[in-house]
């Protein structure tokens, strides 16, 4: 996940490993954390793939590094980003993924998001069906176990309610979509 994390991050601008640290924890600090531990190893691995072009430059006493998306980092980039829901895959990496999909023709972004969207109502049924089972086994037993349960149920219900929300959201989602694509050229 970091690796594409990181891709995205450099699509349109040379960045060093701590600008794209700093830009994953703005973007999508709130649902995914990078070290500098993981995130350097990240940048050479997607270097000498091809990924990632690299230059130094002298910044005073320091030589920078800084990391820029090739084509083919684009295209692996942007691959990644179209492939259908990956269930494997937490919650959080879902949202850290959706954060990118301006880069995605409107098509592709509206299916996904549906995708998400289903998935996330089965997991809610699911949560349903083990708070059916657990207020049958004893309520006073099974406190916590319930109030985190009630918890994953209220994030599924608000996530469901933010999907609605953004897919109905389609004028303003082709318009800047379309911004995008034309700044980019």
Known sequence: ?????ALGMVLYEPLTGYD???EIEAGVGNFYTASYGSLYPALKKLTSKGYLSMTEQQQGSRLKKYY????????????????????????ASHMA???????????????LLKEYEAYYQQLLQKYH??????AKIA????????????LGIQHLQDN?????????????????????????K
């Open 97 to 111: 993924r959706i954060y990118f999909y301006d880069e995605l023709p409107v098509s592709t972004r509206k299916r």
């Open 1 to 5: 996940m970091l690796e594409y994390l």
């Open 20 to 22: 794209v640290k700093k």
């Open 129 to 134: 069906k083990m708070e059916k089972r657990l």
């Open 68 to 91: 820029k998306s090739t084509d083919l980092g684009k295209a692996e980039f942007l691959e990644w980003l179209s492939a259908p829901l990956d269930q494997s895959l937490s919650i």
């Open 139 to 150: 309520m006073n037993d099974e406190y916590y176990e319930m109030s985190t349960l009630y």
């Open 160 to 184: 469901i309610r933010w999907l609605k929300f953004i897919r109905k959201q389609n004028h303003f989602q082709d318009l800047f979509g379309k911004i995008r694509q034309e700044s980019s």
